[in-house]
């Protein structure tokens, strides 16, 4: 491992040693929904939905069921919803219907449900099944970025497998949660909290 490599573990670890999926759930189903719905908006306002969502429709025969003008109202605060409701059901309906109402630890089978592409896929196996995927959200493209470990007009393609070279797969899923909380509330897009932070010297935006 480089120097880089050892710096940059070793500081997430001392900031979030605990860092974990900020979205709420209970059942697999619901995890696979609530990541599907976080595209373009913030956890906290999908907690925010799905506690009603989640209560109102308990199990996921329920919300295959479920009257598209009233989930629409559920989750009408959050962005895209138009688009999201229809894969809410969507994803309800496909998981019955090819998977006995359980989410497949199978990207190529997840891939296949509405509303559903790579970055969701890898999420979920991450969470529920503890296989080695990373999700490259908004977080994990800025510190690629910043630190130096991809190029800014990388692809996040690109920037996935750079990724997993970079990260030993034993702590993939772990780091990928501790780079999305320093993104979250440390290196943020716009002012970063820089005065501290222990990884100025590998910084590309000091
Ligand atoms: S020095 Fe600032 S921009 Fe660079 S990684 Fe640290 S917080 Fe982010």
Redesign the pocket.
């Known amino acids: 491992m480089t120097n880089k490599q050892e710096a940059i573990f070793s500081y997430l670890d001392e900031l979030y040693p605990n860092a974990h999926c900020e979205l709420n759930y209970s059942k697999d189903y619901e995890l696979l929904i609530a990541v599907m719905l976080s595209a373009q908006t913030t956890d906290k306002a999908v907690n925010k939905v799905t506690a009603i969502l989640f209560d109102r429709y308990k199990s996921v025969e329920s919300l295959a069921n479920a009257s598209l003008s009233d989930v629409e109202n559920i989750i009408s605060t959050i962005g895209m919803y138009k688009v999201k409701v229809k894969n809410v059901i969507g994803i309800s309906q496909g998981l019955l219907a090819k998977h006995a109402g359980k989410v497949p630890n199978d990207k190529e089978k997840l891939l296949q449900l509405p509303g559903v592409g790579n970055k969701t896929a890898n999420c979920v196996l991450a969470e529920l099944f503890n296989e080695p995927y990373l999700a490259i959200d908004t977080h994990m493209q800025r ?1 690629a970025k ?2 130096g470990i991809a190029k800014s007009n990388d692809s996040v393609e690109i920037m996935e497998k750079k990724y997993l070279r970079f990260i030993p797969k034993e702590r993939a899923i772990k780091t990928n949660h501790q780079i999305i909380w320093f993104g979250r509330y ?2 943020k897009a716009i002012s ?3 005065d501290d ?1 222990k ?2 010297e590998f ?1 590309k ?2």
């Open positions: 510190f910043r630190l440390k290196c970063p909290k820089c932070c990884l100025k910084c935006n000091i």
